[in-house]
């Protein structure tokens, strides 16, 4: 307990100091974690409180994903979504892989640190295009449906890797038939739901909290992918009021979602046999190379520019939640140290390259910048 | 003049407006309540960006509305052109000891003045459409309505005798 508040004081000191600088806040919880835990000067250690707590951290992000998540709305912009999104994928994952593996990672291990390396944080990318005004450029939108793409491959990763892989058909149908049940209870219960969404007193938040943790328990049980049935289930209560959900869930994300990395942190030890600091600076840097690959393939191909690309790439480089989240359920010891490693030099790099991607973009490029107004296509 | 709206996830609606002149200005409203609005010049490359609080929002709002309000700290006027100009005004007073421990009706203001007090703020307490009984108390605020001449002679001989 004396640890779990340790920590969180020490991620509301370093919250206060990075907000000011306008950096990125996840990086330094896992630094802090990294100080306090097994790496450093290990005064804190994990339990079982802390374990339930960054569970719920873990639930409460996914949840709020889900509810983000329209399936009408994708639909309709497959197009905008799709072809940049398969450049994405395929380039980080490629280079994520053979990277991994060039560094000794076994097949399975490689494939995790790949979908880690190659999930760009959606909150670094949305804080970063909104505090650098940004959102006007013409990159946004596409930097938007790219977060949203990346968004679809976790979902999948989340359902297709699970821990009990035995009887991939079973679970297959069991999770189509819950699915199937939740959907009809949420389409049946609509107007109650509302009703009880719209009272001031603890309803509405006491029903989001134990809807989320029932979802949970429930797939425990049945033995389903909890992570996936946690997104779906948010994305069936986003049809019915997303604003009220997203403002009930908020304080929970906010604050579990703080002890789970700063937890994540703690956990992870970088001095373990078989972890070279020199190859996890280099799988970070190769991170950062990655996404300028396929950030300027991307805006040669949908903007016809270089200059987009580096917007592009500016605004993907950081990769954060998702990449922890992929570690904290699949990675192995060695997995967890390149992979929080990768986070926190890729948000770091991200947050500066983000901003100042303006000089940035004209010392490695040499093409003109081609005027916005100009642009025959708006 | 071609608008174009569109949601994006993460961040919020997005309203882009393209004059005639090929300015393009867009209105972005975020998640977090607060609205950026980026105006980029034919021509230009950097946009400029303000972001605003809904209450700045809704003021510049009416503003570009049809500028009926001319607003300084205090006082808002209304002007309704289509009534042969009608203006009215809407001014908030602080009340002093002159005025406090008196009713409304003690005080004859619509008689002398032909002011109209329409609402009192007390505290963290709003009494709107005051009875004529209503008695102020030193320290709240008034919000009265009328004339801008009317409100003059109401500054002049109520609140400040």
């Avoid at chain 1, 450049?87 to 980080?92: E, F, S, V, Y």
């Avoid at chain 2, 929002?57 to 607003?71: D, K, V």
């Avoid at chain 2, 008196?102 to 008689?111: C, Y």
């Avoid at chain 2, 009984?133 to 609140?159: H, N, P, W, Y």
């Amino acid at each position: 307990m004396q640890g779990i508040v340790l920590a969180l004081f020490a991620c509301l000191l370093l919250a206060l100091i990075t907000k000011r600088f306008a950096l990125p806040t996840i990086p330094f919880y896992i630094i802090a974690g990294l100080v306090l835990g097994k790496s450093g000067l290990d005064l804190v250690g994990g339990d079982e409180i802390s374990a339930f707590l960054t569970h719920l951290g873990l639930l409460f992000l996914l949840f709020f994903m889900g509810l983000e998540i329209k399936p009408d709305r994708i639909w309709k912009s497959q197009s905008a979504i799709v072809t940049s999104g398969l450049i994405d994928l395929n380039i980080n994952v490629a280079i994520g892989f053979l990277a991994a593996i060039a560094l000794g990672f076994h097949l399975f291990e490689a494939l995790i640190v790949a979908a880690a390396f190659f999930i760009s944080s959606t909150a670094m990318a949305v804080t970063s295009l909104i505090e650098n005004r940004k959102l006007l450029m013409r990159e946004s939108e596409t930097i938007v449906w790219l977060m949203v793409f990346e968004d679809i491959v976790v979902i999948l990763i989340l359902a297709f890797i699970s821990p009990q892989m035995d009887q991939p058909l079973a679970i297959l149908v069991k999770t189509l038939i819950m699915l199937a049940i939740l959907y009809a209870i949420i389409m049946f219960g609509k107007d109650q739901i509302i009703w009880m969404l719209k009272r001031d007193d603890e309803l509405p938040v006491l029903l989001t909290f134990s809807a989320v943790l029932g979802i949970s328990a429930l797939s425990l049980s049945v033995g389903i992918p909890e992570s996936f049935m946690v997104i779906v289930f948010g994305t069936f209560l986003g049809t019915i009021d997303p604003v009220s959900f997203e403002v009930q869930s908020r304080p929970f994300k906010d604050v579990f979602l703080v002890i789970f990395f700063v937890f994540f942190g703690i956990t992870v030890n970088l001095f373990t046999e078989g972890i070279y600091l020199p190859s996890l600076i280099a799988i970070s840097l190769i991170a950062v190379i990655s996404k300028y690959a396929s950030g300027i393939a991307i805006g040669k191909l949908i903007h016809k520019n270089s200059h987009s690309g580096i917007e592009i790439w500016a605004n993907t480089i950081g990769r954060g939640e998702f990449s922890i989240a992929i570690a904290a359920l699949y990675g192995s010891a060695a997995v967890s140290s390149a992979i929080a490693f990768m986070v926190i030099i890729t948000s770091i790099i991200g947050a500066f390259v983000a901003k100042y991607s303006g000089r940035i973009g004209k010392v490695l490029i040499r093409q003109p910048l081609t005027v916005q107004g100009d642009n025959p296509s708006r | 003049m071609a608008l174009r709206s569109i949601n994006l996830p993460g961040i919020g609606t997005k309203y882009e407006l393209e004059t005639e002149k090929n300015d393009i200005i867009a209105v972005f409203f975020l998640k977090s309540g607060n609205i950026q609005m980026y105006t980029l010049q034919h021509g230009c490359q950097t946009p400029s960006v303000a972001e605003l609080s809904p209450p700045e929002a809704r003021r510049l709002g009416s503003i570009l509305a049809g500028a009926i309000m001319e607003a300084d700290q205090e006082s808002v006027e209304f002007a309704f052109s289509a009534l042969s100009d009608l203006r009215i005004t809407i001014h908030t007073y602080i009340v002093g000891k002159s005025v406090a421990g008196k009713s409304i009706e003690e005080l004859q203001i619509r008689a002398k003045t032909g002011v109209t007090i329409i609402a009192v703020s007390r505290g963290d307490k709003n009494v709107v459409n005051p009875p004529a009984d209503f008695i102020f108390q030193d320290g709240d605020t008034l919000v009265a309505i009328g004339e801008s001449d009317q409100l003059k002679r109401f500054e002049r001989d109520i609140m400040v005798t």
